[in-house]
């Protein structure tokens, strides 16, 4: 064999235990977790590519992770072998052979996360860590969605970048935002070609002062034009975050007759929303 192949892994975790998604010395990654558990099943050392990084605390339900192997491992063991040697919080979902072109962070076009909140008065033990608590009776969803189009679109999203980001411009495409009321609270997608340090959580904090009703949907559009953090509200808690999903001309793990990795189907109840006319490929 005169040259390695790529693999692409499709990856979930519950992000409490860690410090995001990209090694650091001396903290709990994923990325760590899943260079050391290929090491375990290969003896190779693999550097395992993120689509990006994660913070600490936050989940995925997507992230997408690529590498090189001289390993011949089928996809389907790939899958079983890793998730042998990972701890109980991550799980390999799927595993695929890719091009040598493909990256997972610069061939990506686009990303969806999903916020979850809980809304209501009474602690919901049963998803703390994996959801965040608003404790009140009741959101304005309707005010909520109504300051959405201040938002979407072409714009410089400085108000809702953290300070300590690598990237140089501020510009990004937010292409959708969805309220999808749930028991006991609501999950809020994002969808857009790419998102700032903190950026998803910085929104999330200042639609959450529309929906207490602190200020109305048009001062969210004021808090855009203003290209100054410092006018936007607090940062909400990274519990709620999930990187959902990260999107590819062509998805890599599309499902082909005859071939499946680590589960029999990748089905759209794996997705945790959708909305209405959304393709899963």
Do not use: C
Not at 15 to 28: C, E, K, V
Not at 224 to 247: E, I
Request: aromatic share 10%; net charge positive; glycine share 10%.
């Amino acid at each position: 064999m005169s040259s390695p192949r790529r693999l692409a892994l499709l990856v979930a975790y519950d992000g409490r235990p860690f410090h995001g998604y990209q090694r650091q010395h001396g903290f709990p990654t994923i990325q760590s977790e899943l260079e050391d558990a290929w090491a375990a099943v290969s003896a190779e050392s693999a550097t395992m590519i993120g689509s990006g990084r994660t913070d600490t605390g936050v989940h995925a339900l997507g992230q997408v992770v690529h590498f090189d192997t001289w390993s011949r491992l089928p996809e389907i063991r790939v899958v079983k072998a890793l998730n042998a040697y990972l701890p109980e919080e991550i799980v390999v979902r799927a595993a695929r052979e890719v091009p040598p072109e493909f990256h997972a962070n610069r061939s990506a076009i686009g990303k969806r996360y999903v916020y979850f909140l809980t809304v209501g008065e009474t602690r919901p033990v049963w998803a703390l860590g994996r959801s965040t608590w608003e404790r009140r009776p009741r959101l304005d969803l309707e005010a909520m969605r109504a300051a959405v189009p201040y938002l979407l679109g072409r714009h410089d999203f400085s108000s809702f970048a953290a300070a300590g980001r690598t990237t140089s411009d501020d510009v990004r495409t937010l292409q959708a935002i969805h309220f999808v009321p749930m028991r006991y609270g609501v999950a809020i997608v994002f969808q857009g070609d790419g998102f700032l340090y903190k950026m998803v959580r910085n929104l999330v904090g200042t639609l959450l002062e529309v929906g207490r009703g602190k200020w109305g949907p048009a001062w969210v559009g004021k808090v855009l034009a203003a290209k100054d953090r410092k006018q936007a509200a607090a940062t909400a808690a990274p519990d709620g975050l999930y990187l959902g999903r990260v999107l590819y001309p062509t998805n890599p793990f599309r499902i082909q007759r005859g071939r499946f990795s680590g589960t029999p189907r990748l089905i759209p109840a794996s997705d945790p929303v959708r909305g209405r006319g959304e393709s899963l490929d």
